[in-house]
T-cell receptor, first 114, second 117 residues
Framework: GENVEQHPSTLSVQEGDSAVIKCTYS??????FPWYKQELGKRPQLIID?????GEKKDQRIAVTLNKTAKHFSLHITETQPEDSAVYFC?????????????FGTGTRLKVLA | DTGVSQDPRHKITKRGQNVTFRCDPI?????LYWYRQTLGQGPEFLTY????????KSRLLSDRFSAERPKGSFSTLEIQRTEQGDSAMYLC???????????????FGAGSRLTVL
C-alpha cells in the first residue's frame, strides 16, 4: 500500500522568509496530493492541492510542486507570517483496487518567528 | 449544510466502557472516512465507506471497533471495552467523486476527542 514520508518534522523561520516542506510517496498510482493546515485544537483544513496531470500550482503565497518521476511533492510558503504557524500535513490519494484512501504524512510543525 | 459534523466533541470514559461517535458528512458526499489522530501525528486511516458499503478497514481497527453507515448518510463509530490506548482524536471526513462537488477533496469534521481513564 501507499506510504507517505514528510520532512522536516519541525521548521522555524523568520517572518518574511520562505518555508519548504517535502513529502515522498511510494505508490505511482496515487494521483491527487492535498496539503492540510491544522492549528492547535482545530480540524485539518485544506490549503492547496495538486493533481497528477500538473507539475505546479500556486495560490497567492502558497505553491505546491509535484515530481511524478521522483514521486515527491513540496509545499512552498513565501513571505511567511505569524499566522502561518501551524502543523502542516501532506497526503496522497490512492485509488488502487477500487478503494480511495488518503494516506497522510506525519506532519511538519511550522513556527514563524516575529 | 455547513460541513462535516461530529458528536460528541469530547468524551471522557472509564476503561472498559463502550463509546459511540456520530458523523454527519456533507450531504452530497458519497464517501465517508474515519481517521484517528494522536498528539503530534498525522491522521491514521481507520475505515472508509462508499455510500452504505464499508469498503476497507485498517489493520489498526481491532474487533473492538465497529463502524456503520446505514442508508449511506450519517455514520457511527463504536468502540467497545475501551482501553487507555484508545485515547485519541477521532476524525471523520467526507468526499465526493463528483467534479461539481470538488472531486476527491477531503473535508474534515472538528473531531471527537476521546479520553479513557
Amino acid at each position: 500500500g501507499e506510504n507517505v514520508e514528510q520532512h522536516p518534522s519541525t521548521l522555524s523561520v523568520q517572518e518574511g522568509d520562505s518555508a519548504v516542506i517535502k513529502c515522498t510517496y511510494s505508490d505511482s498510482a496515487s494521483n491527487y496530493f492535498p496539503w492540510y493546515k491544522q492549528e492547535l485544537g482545530k480540524r485539518p483544513q485544506l490549503i492547496i492541492d495538486i493533481r497528477s496531470n500538473v507539475g505546479e500550482k500556486k495560490d497567492q503565497r502558497i505553491a505546491v510542486t509535484l515530481n511524478k518521476t521522483a514521486k515527491h511533492f513540496s509545499l512552498h510558503i513565501t513571505e511567511t507570517q505569524p499566522e502561518d504557524s501551524a502543523v502542516y500535513f501532506c497526503a496522497a490519494f490512492d485509488p488502487q483496487r477500487g478503494t480511495y484512501k488518503y494516506i497522510f504524512g506525519t506532519g511538519t510543525r511550522l513556527k514563524v518567528l516575529a | 449544510d455547513t460541513g462535516v459534523s461530529q458528536d460528541p466533541r469530547h468524551k471522557i470514559t472509564k476503561r472498559g466502557q463502550n463509546v459511540t461517535f456520530r458523523c454527519d458528512p456533507i450531504s452530497e458526499h458519497n464517501r465517508l472516512y474515519w481517521y484517528r489522530q494522536t498528539l503530534g501525528q498525522g491522521p491514521e486511516f481507520l475505515t472508509y465507506f462508499q455510500n452504505e458499503a464499508q469498503l476497507e478497514k485498517s489493520r489498526l481497527l481491532s474487533d473492538r471497533f465497529s463502524a456503520e453507515r446505514p442508508k449511506g448518510s450519517f455514520s457511527t463509530l463504536e468502540i467497545q471495552r475501551t482501553e487507555q490506548g484508545d485515547s485519541a482524536m477521532y476524525l471523520c471526513a467526507s468526499s465526493s467523486r463528483d467534479k461539481r462537488a470538488g472531486a476527491n477533496v477531503l473535508t474534515f469534521g472538528a473531531g471527537s476527542r476521546l479520553t479513557v481513564l
